[in-house]
């Protein structure tokens, strides 16, 4: 069902106007002419066609695929962008107010996307300027590769390749390079690139309904940037298998849309449509260069990643592939000051990244004297089945973390502690020196921030951490009761301190300050170490259940209404609990067996 679209705009006929007044207000190179609302022009603020002694470059059309064209107005770029009303073409008295602007002796490229508007409209200003004696040239860039083969006059779409064109022109330019040639550099340019896009969504026009066209789990392969149908509608497919279907589709040999062969320099631009999130693009550059490099035979010069050429709030992207030489590696490496042409992505690039190798740890312990014991002590025999105890207690848990956690937080608690415990399960039969306890509390830690993302994760890693290094001062063959509490304790005030929790604050430091309060109070009071253990677990489990009456003060629950987080305990105070009352009831059950 179709619905009004949100948009944060006022006047749905204003949205061109006022987009391009805080494009000029954000980069100070940039200007527009003052013939508000027919004429939308920005140009650069330092050319005057007075003044201006190097060819101009002018790319527009319809506005929504910003920051198409207006963003890549710069030195280095265009000297001018056109922008007519969304998705419709500029008209012809805003093309010329925009040639006479910028246009100086040397005259102008016009650089036209594929579009019959266009092309009537940027052709008509072109001819009404040379009859004013202006010197100017036509590109037109069809780059669609999705279509088959045209056999009308319509031609190939003009797509997002047409901002490489835009590049290397605009460089071609800032090198001094006559009309003619720049015109020629553009054409190569041109005809070097293909470029198809894949939707996952179509766009929203402001104050228009949203179309419903592509329904659940659907795609739509060749999608138009103004939402025209593209070749086909398909199921949804993982991002590696649509990336390879597309580069296949623009490197035919059928179609020969452009002549790239195994063994040619590439230029790989992968391009948000407007919705999309930067690191779904970055997953689809990452599948599309080794790919290009292993299937296609291809070598990956240089990747531009990110919004170029949108279709407004349309999800998906389009994959463009330019074949490279020295010239065009050199007009796209040229300096610009175009706000939106990427950074950081100039110069030869290896043609495998190799991950740069993990710096040592400083430990004062070397790794030789880590690892399981061949035989254990008491004390380590102890350790390990508490430990075991503990972890698969976690384990159990997974499910009700879970679900108690998607009333009060993200839903992955469960999972995450699951991943813990798995992880010191299985890291425990290899690497632990258990006869060590202070080195055994520092391993979990190491299982414990190898695999536990989030906030849980880093604090019982400091967790650990405080415990080894209370511990580390003790004696490594039989550390007391009393020890033990202590490291408790140090522990409780690390995470308390890192991460701002205390008592009351609904978290799992209201299942371990009390536990440790009676876990002090019961072995000073001279009871047997064993019973005070499970006095203080008994405390634990009280102390997570009485999260139930607790409003949250930390994490994730602080936006949950306290309705919601009266109907369950903390998950994170549950499994604090969950883990320590296993490892009383082990310490117990190995100290009434012996």
Same mark, same amino acid.
């Given at each position: ?7 944060? $705009? ?14 000029? &207000? ?17 140009? @650069?603020?330092?050319?005057? %066609? ?29 000297? #001018? ?37 266009? @092309? ?11 009859? !004013? ?20 006059? #319509? ?72 939402? &025209? ?34 063994? /040619?320099?590439?230029?790989?631009? $992968? /391009? ?142 469960? %999972?995450?502690?699951? @991943? ?14 258990? /006869? ?7 391993? $979990? ?10 906030? %849980? ?27 033990? +509490? !202590? ?33 002090? &109070? ?15 677990? !008994? ?5 997570? &259940? ?9 994490? @994730?629950?602080?936006? $949950?209404?306290?309705?919601?987080? +009266? ?7 549950? +499994? ?19």
């Amino acid at each position: 069902m179709a619905f009004q679209g949100k948009k944060l $705009i006022s006047d749905p006929n204003d949205v061109v106007t006022e987009f391009i007044e805080g494009l000029v &207000e954000t980069y100070p190179g940039l200007q527009f002419l003052d013939g508000f609302p027919q004429v939308k022009v920005v140009l @650069r603020a330092d050319v005057s %066609s007075a003044t201006y002694n190097k060819v101009a470059v002018i790319s527009g059309g319809g506005s929504g695929h910003e920051p198409a064209h207006a963003g890549f107005v710069g030195e280095g770029m265009l000297t #001018a962008a056109i922008c007519g009303d969304v998705f419709a073409s500029p008209p012809v008295d805003s093309i010329l107010a925009g040639i006479r602007a910028v246009t100086g002796p040397m005259g102008c490229l016009l650089i036209v996307t594929n579009y019959t508007g266009d @092309r009537l409209n940027f052709g008509l200003a072109a001819e009404q300027a040379k009859s !004013e004696g202006y010197k100017v040239e036509i590109v037109i860039v069809g780059d669609d590769c999705a279509l088959p083969p045209p056999r009308g006059i #319509a031609g190939r779409r003009g797509l997002a390749g047409t901002i490489l064109v835009n590049k290397i022109a605009g460089a071609a330019a800032a090198a001094g390079l006559s009309l003619a040639d720049v015109a020629a550099e553009a054409k190569r340019a041109s005809e070097m690139v293909g470029t198809m896009g894949v939707a996952l969504s179509v766009c929203t026009l402001p104050g228009q309904v949203t179309s419903d066209r592509l329904g659940p789990g659907k795609m739509e392969l060749g999608l138009g940037i103004h939402g &025209e149908p593209g070749a086909a509608v398909a199921d949804l497919q993982p991002v590696d298998v649509v990336v390879s279907h597309v580069l296949k589709q623009i490197l035919s040999t059928e179609t020969n849309y452009v002549p790239i062969t195994r063994g /040619n320099r590439v230029v790989l631009m $992968i /391009n948000g449509l407007g919705a999309t999130p930067v690191m779904e693009l970055m997953i689809a550059a990452g599948k599309a260069v080794p790919n290009l490099q292993l299937e296609h035979g291809l070598a990956v010069e240089r990747v531009y990643t990110g919004s170029f050429m949108t279709s407004l709030d349309m999800a998906g992207f389009s994959i463009s592939i330019m074949k490279a030489d020295e010239v065009i590696l050199k007009y796209l490496d040229a300096t610009t000051k175009a706000p939106h042409w990427p950074v950081g992505v100039d110069g030869n690039r290896p043609p495998a990244k190799i991950p740069v190798p993990m710096p040592p740890s400083h430990s004062t312990k070397s790794d030789e004297s880590l690892g399981r014991p061949l035989q254990l002590s008491q004390q380590g025999h102890v350790l390990e089945v508490t430990i075991e105890a503990a972890a698969e207690a976690v384990v159990n848990l997974r499910d009700r973390l879970n679900e108690w956690d998607s009333k009060v937080g993200d839903g992955d608690c469960g %999972s995450t502690m699951y @991943r813990g415990a798995t992880a010191i399960l299985e890291d425990k039969k290899k690497y632990y020196p258990l /006869n060590d306890a202070a080195e055994t509390v520092n391993e $979990i830690g190491a299982s414990i921030r190898r695999v536990m993302g989030g906030t %849980s994760g880093i604090l019982y890693h400091i967790f650990c951490k405080a415990a080894y290094a209370k511990l580390k001062a003790s004696s490594k063959s039989g550390i007391t009761s009393k020890q033990w +509490a !202590e490291a408790l304790e140090a522990s409780i005030a690390a995470v308390s301190k890192y991460g701002g929790a205390t008592a009351g604050y609904r978290t799992m430091l209201d299942t371990l300050i009390p536990a440790a309060a009676v876990l002090q &109070e019961r072995l000073s009071a001279g009871i047997d170490p064993s019973t005070a253990f499970i006095l203080s677990s !008994e405390a634990a489990i009280a102390g997570a &259940e009485s999260t139930k009456h607790m409003q949250a003060q930390a994490g @994730r629950s602080t936006y $949950i209404s306290p309705e919601i987080l +009266a109907s369950v305990p903390d998950p994170g105070a549950m +499994a604090a609990a969950a883990w320590y009352r296993a490892a009383a009831l082990a310490v117990k059950d190995m100290y009434q067996a012996s």
